[in-house]
C-alpha cells in the first residue's frame, strides 16, 4: 500500500489512524474555527493525525431550498485562515470542474464527492490540480468498481489518492455498510477510510432533505478501525440538531473523544505500533 503525505501526516501502511473532521458545511465563520481548534487540541492530546473537512458550497442538497453554503470566494478565505492560524491541512469537495483550480490552492486534499465519482471531467480535472484526492466511492458502486476510478486519476499522473467508503444504497432512503470494501479497496495500493457519519444517512429520508440515524455512528466507527481502515471520516457539530446540512448524522463534537479514546484501542490491536511490534519480538536466546 502506497503511504500517502499530506504535509507532515502519513496515511497507509504502518501510519497512526488518522481523522478527517468537521462540520459538514461552514455555517459561521467564528463557530468553524471553534469547531477546527477543539479538533486540533483532542487529536493532538490523543496523538492523531486530523485533517480539518468542511464544504464551502453543498451543491448535492436533496432541495432547492436547503443552506448551500457561503460559496467558493468566502468559503475558501475561511478555510484558508482555518490552515493558516490553525496550522492544520484542509479537506473539502468540489462539485463543479470550474471550481477545481482555486480549491486546489488551498485545500491539501481535495475530495470528490460519491454522487461524482464516475464523472470522468471532473476526476480527471482534479487529478491534474489537487496534490491529494479523496474519492468518495458512490452508494451505487460495488468496492471492486472503484479501481476504473483510480486508474482515470493515475492516467493523469496522479497517484497521491484516499479511498473512502460511506455505504452502499440498499433499497429507497437507506444504505448499508459492507465492512468487507475495505479490504477489497486496499487492495488496490491506497489507503481506505471509513465515513461513519455519512454511512448512517438516508438519502431523501425526509422528503425535502436527507435523514440519518446517528446513535449508529460509532458502532460503524468501531467495527471499521477492527475491519483495518487506515482513518475515519466524521462530520461533527456543537449541536447536530440545530445544523444546516446533515442535521441526522452528524456527531455532537462533545461524544468524539470517547470514540476516538476506543477507535485507538482497537487500532493498537488490530495493528499495533511498530514501536510494540518490535519489543514483543521474541529474542535470541
Do not use: W
Given at each position: 500500500?502506497?503511504?500517502?503525505?499530506?504535509?507532515?501526516?502519513?496515511?497507509?501502511q504502518?501510519?497512526?489512524l488518522?481523522?478527517i473532521?468537521?462540520?459538514?458545511?461552514?455555517?459561521?465563520?467564528?463557530?468553524?474555527?471553534?469547531?477546527?481548534?477543539?479538533?486540533?487540541?483532542?487529536?493532538?492530546?490523543?496523538?492523531i493525525?486530523?485533517i480539518?473537512?468542511?464544504?464551502y458550497?453543498k451543491?448535492n442538497?436533496?432541495?432547492?431550498?436547503?443552506?448551500?453554503?457561503?460559496?467558493?470566494?468566502?468559503?475558501?478565505?475561511?478555510?484558508?485562515?482555518?490552515?493558516?492560524?490553525?496550522s492544520?491541512?484542509?479537506?473539502?469537495?468540489?462539485?463543479?470542474?470550474?471550481?477545481?483550480?482555486?480549491?486546489?490552492?488551498?485545500?491539501?486534499?481535495?475530495?470528490i464527492?460519491?454522487?461524482?465519482?464516475?464523472?470522468?471531467?471532473?476526476?480527471?480535472?482534479?487529478?491534474?490540480?489537487?496534490?491529494?484526492?479523496?474519492i468518495?466511492?458512490?452508494?451505487?458502486?460495488?468496492?471492486w468498481?472503484?479501481k476504473?476510478?483510480?486508474e482515470?486519476?493515475?492516467?493523469?499522473?496522479?497517484r497521491?489518492?484516499?479511498?473512502?467508503?460511506r455505504?452502499?444504497?440498499?433499497?429507497?432512503?437507506?444504505?448499508?455498510?459492507?465492512?468487507?470494501?475495505?479490504?477489497v479497496?486496499?487492495?488496490w495500493?491506497?489507503p481506505?477510510i471509513?465515513?461513519?457519519?455519512?454511512s448512517?444517512?438516508?438519502p431523501?429520508?425526509?422528503?425535502?432533505?436527507?435523514?440519518?440515524?446517528?446513535?449508529?455512528?460509532?458502532?460503524?466507527?468501531?467495527?471499521?478501525?477492527?475491519?483495518?481502515?487506515?482513518?475515519?471520516?466524521?462530520?461533527?457539530?456543537p449541536?447536530?440538531?440545530?445544523?444546516?446540512?446533515?442535521?441526522?448524522?452528524?456527531?455532537p463534537l462533545?461524544?468524539?473523544?470517547?470514540?476516538?479514546?476506543?477507535a485507538?484501542?482497537i487500532?493498537?490491536?488490530?495493528?499495533?505500533?511498530?514501536a510494540?511490534?518490535?519489543?514483543?519480538?521474541?529474542?535470541?536466546?
Open positions: 500500500m502506497r503511504q500517502i503525505l499530506i504535509g507532515e501526516i502519513e496515511i497507509g504502518n501510519s497512526p488518522a481523522l473532521a468537521g462540520p459538514c458545511v461552514i455555517e459561521d465563520t467564528e463557530e468553524c474555527f471553534q469547531i477546527a481548534s477543539r479538533l486540533k487540541i483532542l487529536t493532538g492530546e490523543l496523538g493525525p486530523f480539518f473537512k468542511s464544504s458550497d451543491a442538497r436533496s432541495s432547492a431550498n436547503s443552506y448551500r453554503g457561503p460559496g467558493l470566494e468566502k468559503g475558501l478565505e475561511i478555510l484558508s485562515a482555518i490552515k493558516s492560524k490553525l492544520v491541512p484542509i479537506l473539502t469537495d468540489v462539485h463543479c470542474g470550474f471550481d477545481v483550480e482555486r480549491v486546489a490552492e488551498v485545500a491539501d486534499v481535495v475530495q464527492p460519491a454522487f461524482l465519482c464516475r464523472q470522468t471531467d471532473l476526476v480527471q480535472i482534479v487529478a491534474e490540480k489537487a496534490r491529494v484526492v479523496n468518495k466511492k458512490g452508494q451505487f458502486l460495488s468496492p468498481e472503484v476504473n476510478v483510480i482515470k486519476i493515475e492516467r493523469i499522473g496522479n497521491n489518492i484516499l479511498l473512502t467508503e455505504g452502499t444504497c440498499f433499497g429507497y432512503n437507506c444504505l448499508v455498510s459492507d465492512m468487507r470494501a475495505i479490504p479497496m486496499q487492495s495500493g491506497y481506505v471509513f465515513d461513519a457519519t455519512h448512517v444517512q438516508r431523501g429520508g425526509l422528503g425535502s432533505a436527507s435523514g440519518g440515524d446517528r446513535e449508529f455512528v460509532p458502532c460503524l466507527a468501531k467495527a471499521a478501525v477492527a475491519a483495518g481502515c487506515d482513518g475515519l471520516f466524521l462530520e461533527v457539530h449541536e447536530p440538531d440545530r445544523a444546516l446540512s446533515d442535521a441526522s448524522t452528524m456527531l462533545d461524544k468524539l473523544p470517547a470514540l476516538l479514546e476506543k485507538i484501542a487500532r493498537n490491536i488490530v495493528n499495533p505500533p511498530l510494540v511490534r518490535r519489543d514483543d519480538a521474541p529474542h535470541a536466546t
